[in-house]
Every structure is written in C-alpha cells, then in structure tokens.
C-alpha cells in the first residue's frame, strides 16, 4: 500500500500536459503514493454546470492532498454560452473550481515562492552606472491570504433592494445612489482579523525558518483603510511574537515599483488576495515568468499545490508538447515538502537547477522565441525533454 494518495487533477489545456511529467519526477525521486485521477475545469462546467464536480471534493475530503494542473476561466456571459443546451437558463453559475476549492476546504494559506535559478537567461538583471550589470540573487516568498478578500465572490451587477439599502446608509455611497441598478457592480473586499492573522503568522514562521530578517506587509492602509488597515494592524500584533524579526509595511503600487529597483530585499512579503496574486506574477516574471512559477493552497487537513499558470488552450494541441513543465514539477516539490519529506523535495529543486544552470536543454520561453509549432525546429525544447534532463540529474 502506497504511503501517499494524491488526487491528480489535470484540469484544462496544457495542465493535462505538464501534470503527468511532475508524477514522472515525483516517481523517479521516489515519492510513495498512489495517484487518483479527479475531474475538474471548463469541460465540467459545460456538460455538467459545475467545473468542480461532488466526487472531486469528496476525493479531496477523502485523501486530504491534491496536485492541480490548469483550468480555463471566462466571464459569466461567455460561460453560460458554452452550457450544453439543456443546462442554459437554469440559473449555473460558473465559479472558479480553484477558488471554490480554497474556500469549501479553507486553503487560505497560499504559498508562492519565486526563486531566481542561476542561468536562466530569463532572469532580472540591473544594469549598473559603469555599463556592466548585475544579477541580484532572487529568493522571495509571497504568503497571500487564499481565501478573502476581493475573491471573496461577494457581488452583484444590479443589487438587490437590501444590499442597495445597505450601501446608502453610507455617506460616500451618496455619489452613486442615482445609478440605475443594471448599471452598476458592486464586489465586496473582506478581511477577518483570524485570518489575517494566519496568514501573517505562516510568513513569519517561515522566515523564522529560513533565517531571513524582515517580513513586508504589502497593503494600501492609506486609502483602503478598514480592510488593509485590519492586515496592517495584525500584522503588527503578530510580530510582538518574533522579536528577532523586523516588519516592514509597504503600498502595493510602490512595491511594483521597488520590486524593478532592488527585488533581492524582499524576501517574505505577506499581503491579502488580490495584492498577493498580483505581487506572485509580477515577482515571477523576474525569475523567468509563468513557467516557474509554483504555489501550494495549504489549510488545516487540506493541501493543494498548482502552477500559477493557465491553461494557455493555444498551446494545448501542439504534438510534440512545448510548454515549460518546471512551475509544475516544482508545485509537486512542494507537495512534497509539505508532507514531511523535505530531502525529496530538495532533490527535485537541485535537478532543475542544474538542468537550468547547464543550459544545454530550454523551452520556448527559456531561448525567447515564439511559442508555436515551429519551436521545436527553432532549438527548443519540448515539455516531455525538459522533463526527461531533469530525470536525468535526479540519476
């Protein structure tokens, strides 16, 4: 019997390429687990209007872990068009299975790790006054609140009487209070100090850890005051906790700006969902982008760890394979980080930053040429090669 189960869950697109090359490492570091396959994504949504399935999350419930490929997203009007014809007007409503997924099993600590590979030629570099340049050594940790916040999905095009009684018993509501309903949205941002406080602990916890010195903040307090101020003010609560570990507070508008000047001084930023989201992708694409960028959705028995990435369906049915499987092999590192084999985890890392570092095999991405058929013939490497000279530093 296998001393793991995962529930395998390919999702859309190009997650049903790059998932099966991580259980192809994970197999060969010598992961013990037995993988179970799951339904999820765009197609669920169409034949069944539901894109996370009951027997996903009962899968979920059941074995407590999960490795996620890649899902397909679109607006609610384009989302309804795709309904097989008999679901149409039956009042579906398409909701993100990720999403729904950290909020039905409270994965509300999501870690994204950026980490600059040495020899990736698509890493940040700081030209310096003499002419030469510099290539600051990346190693930054988003902590990013999974389950709030603006992604909270509280909502409404048109409001109903009582929302819209709610909301002008506010003063600044006065500017709005004359705007037809149809023509007006509003989404609701939520912070609970509880969470917050998970959220804000985990980052410091892990830069106990790791022996860094600082945790950023990462909010707009000044202008977002309630909420951001709830993430500011707890922050400050909990780092009374770490003596020994400095809190820093930044704007999410002049982090984007600080993180082009000296990225390499960041490295544990805690911020709710919406900034988190935004400062992972802007922090990946120093370190080379979507193709290395992982993540885990981490709550109390349950964990799930995906690819930051999409679907990308215009690449899904290129044969060969050309997409970057390495964000993905490196969410599975992290799964298995987090089950307690750490060495494993280690091993895998070290694999792809060698098979980096050596250069010798790229994706698309990696050589900056076009994504396409005729990458293959341009010196590129497919999904399945990439793979294959990871495996072969693992040996």
Partial sequence: MAKHTVVSMPGDGIGNQVL???IRVLKAVGFDAEYIHADIGWDCWCQQGNALPDRTIELLTKHKLGLFGAITSKPNKEAQAELKPELRGKGYVYYSPIVTMRQRFNLDICQRPCIGFIGNPLNYIRK?????FDEPKIDTTIFRQGTEGMYAGIEW??????????????PKFKNFSNIPGPDLAVSCRIITRPAAKRIVTAAFEYAKKRGFKGVTICEKPNVVRETSGMMEETAKEVAKNYPGIALWSTN????LMWLNKNPEEYNVIVASNLFGDILSD????????????ASGNIGDDVAVFEPTHGSAPKYAELNPPIVNPIAMILSAAMMVD????????DRIRNAVAAVVKEGKVRTYDMMRISGGAKSI????ASTVQMTDAILAKLK
């Avoid at 802007?282 to 960028?293: D, E, H, R, T």
């Fill in 20 to 22: 099966p090359e991580s």
């Fill in 128 to 132: 310096r006054t003499d002419g030469g």
């Fill in 157 to 170: 095009t048109n409001p109903p009487d009582n929302v819209r009684a709610a909301l002008n018993s506010h």
């Fill in 252 to 255: 999410i508008d002049a982090q």
């Fill in 282 to 293: 802007a922090f990946a694409g120093l370190v080379g982008g979507l193709g290395f960028a």
């Fill in 338 to 345: 987090h089950v307690g084999e750490r060495d494993k985890g």
């Fill in 377 to 380: 013939s341009q010196g590129a």
